[in-house]
């Protein structure tokens, strides 16, 4: 299990410094956002080979709706994911992340027909049907994460993402991202639900339960430890702290927090 961390969580000026601060910490791996990305895959590619830090994932973040009921905002957000894979692939990264959908509802509701969540799982299961050998063709994955009710009110749980992977017969190059800061708000047991669907996981986001480090919440990562060295996951472990995407100021002080959360993870097993 390798480790990575989000690029906006370590501190520097260029792309280098950040991957060079990664490698002094230890880190396989750094995960970027999609947004924006494009233009700096030549500063970002010149970092991995410079460090031998690579790109864990692309993390497409809150770009475009992908359910949206319009078309043409559709197409948008489907061109803006292709990029982020494109990106991902120039990057030689293992896979773009990708939450399909943020906020509240923007589909009808049609009921008795169907309802919103109803329409929601057909519309991500006809764009998937064409993004799943669009990732496979170009030589990524697709990692589909579920996040809390707070954030969306679709695919809250493992569950609920699933189902997604069921409808596309467990497509081997989609998979899904366990989230554990969002797993402990919504799971009945996260280590249960690491276990029920380890075949289905090819991404792992860790953070405490106060979404801060490893070590500082009342997350048992010691359990998640075991179950996960038990089913034998080899993926990623990427940290995912603070509020992802912004979390630049905060950087110099993870820089010193994270030793810490570090020797915390490889004790229990998370983490080569």
């Given at each position: 299990?390798?480790?990575?961390?989000?690029?906006?969580?370590l501190?520097?000026?260029?792309?280098?410094?950040?991957?060079?601060?990664?490698?002094?910490?230890?880190?396989?791996?750094?995960?970027?956002?999609?947004?924006?990305?494009?233009?700096?895959?030549?500063?970002?590619?010149?970092?991995?080979?410079?460090?031998?830090?690579?790109?864990?994932?692309?993390?497409?973040?809150?770009?475009?709706?992908?359910?949206?009921?319009?078309?043409?905002?559709?197409?948008?957000?489907?061109?803006?994911?292709?990029?982020?894979?494109?990106?991902?692939?120039?990057?030689?990264?293992?896979?773009?992340?990708?939450?399909?959908?943020?906020?509240?509802?923007?589909?009808?509701?049609?009921t008795?027909?169907?309802?919103?969540?109803?329409?929601?799982?057909?519309m991500?299961?006809?764009?998937?049907r064409?993004?799943?050998?669009?990732?496979?063709?170009?030589?990524?994955?697709?990692?589909?994460?579920?996040?809390?009710?707070?954030?969306t009110?679709?695919?809250?749980?493992?569950?609920?993402?699933?189902?997604?992977?069921?409808?596309?017969?467990?497509?081997?190059?989609?998979?899904?991202?366990?989230?554990?800061?969002?797993?402990?708000?919504?799971?009945?047991?996260?280590v249960?639900?690491?276990?029920?669907?380890?075949?289905?996981?090819?991404?792992?986001?860790?953070?405490?339960?106060?979404r801060?480090?490893?070590?500082?919440?009342?997350?048992?990562?010691?359990?998640?430890?075991?179950?996960?060295?038990?089913?034998?996951?080899?993926?990623?472990?990427?940290?995912?702290?603070?509020?992802?995407g912004?979390?630049?100021?905060?950087?110099?002080?993870?820089?010193?927090?994270?030793?810490?959360?570090?020797?915390?993870?490889?004790?229990?097993?998370?983490?080569?």
């Amino acid at each position: 299990m390798p480790l990575a961390i989000q690029e906006d969580m370590l501190p520097g000026k260029t792309a280098l410094e950040r991957f060079e601060n990664a490698r002094a910490l230890g880190f396989a791996g750094v995960e970027v956002w999609g947004k924006d990305l494009t233009p700096r895959v030549p500063e970002l590619a010149e970092a991995v080979e410079q460090t031998g830090v690579v790109i864990s994932a692309v993390n497409h973040g809150r770009q475009g709706r992908l359910l949206d009921p319009d078309r043409d905002e559709r197409e948008r957000a489907l061109a803006e994911f292709r990029q982020s894979v494109v990106d991902g692939v120039d990057l030689g990264a293992a896979g773009v992340i990708l939450v399909p959908h943020f906020n509240a509802p923007t589909l009808p509701d049609l009921t008795p027909y169907k309802s919103v969540v109803q329409l929601e799982y057909e519309m991500l299961h006809n764009h998937l049907r064409t993004l799943s050998d669009y990732v496979y063709a170009i030589g990524i994955d697709l990692y589909i994460e579920p996040v809390n009710r707070y954030e969306t009110h679709f695919l809250n749980t493992l569950a609920d993402a699933v189902k997604v992977r069921r409808k596309i017969k467990d497509h081997p190059h989609v998979k899904l991202t366990a989230d554990l800061f969002h797993m402990a708000m919504e799971e009945q047991n996260t280590v249960a639900a690491l276990r029920e669907y380890a075949n289905d996981l090819g991404y792992i986001h860790v953070a405490d339960s106060n979404r801060r480090l490893p070590g500082q919440g009342m997350t048992d990562f010691a359990a998640v430890g075991v179950a996960l060295c038990e089913v034998g996951y080899t993926g990623w472990i990427a940290l995912e702290c603070g509020r992802p995407g912004h979390n630049s100021d905060h950087a110099p002080h993870y820089m010193s927090e994270l030793p810490a959360a570090l020797e915390l993870l490889r004790r229990v097993g998370l983490g080569n």
